[in-house]
């Protein structure tokens, strides 16, 4: 099971936050992707991070944190 939500981060790259699964453990991973110029395809950079499924509180958490800060 795959499931992705990209953030344009500018006109060649996006931030792909997605849950994947492999060897039957879920993962959260958010990763910068970039445009192959050529075939138009999107394709991961190794800048990122893999976290286990079981830290989304603690992401979620940090996040909503962050948006109080920034508003």
Request: no cysteine.
């Amino acid at each position: 099971m795959t499931k992705e939500f990209d953030i344009q981060r500018n006109e060649r790259e996006i931030v792909r936050v997605a849950l994947n699964e492999f060897s039957g453990r879920e993962f959260i991973d958010i990763r910068i992707f970039y445009r192959d110029e050529a075939t138009g395809e999107y394709k991961p950079t190794k800048k990122g991070v893999t976290l286990s499924k079981d830290l989304y509180p603690e992401l979620k958490k940090a996040v909503d944190s962050l948006g109080e800060v920034v508003k």
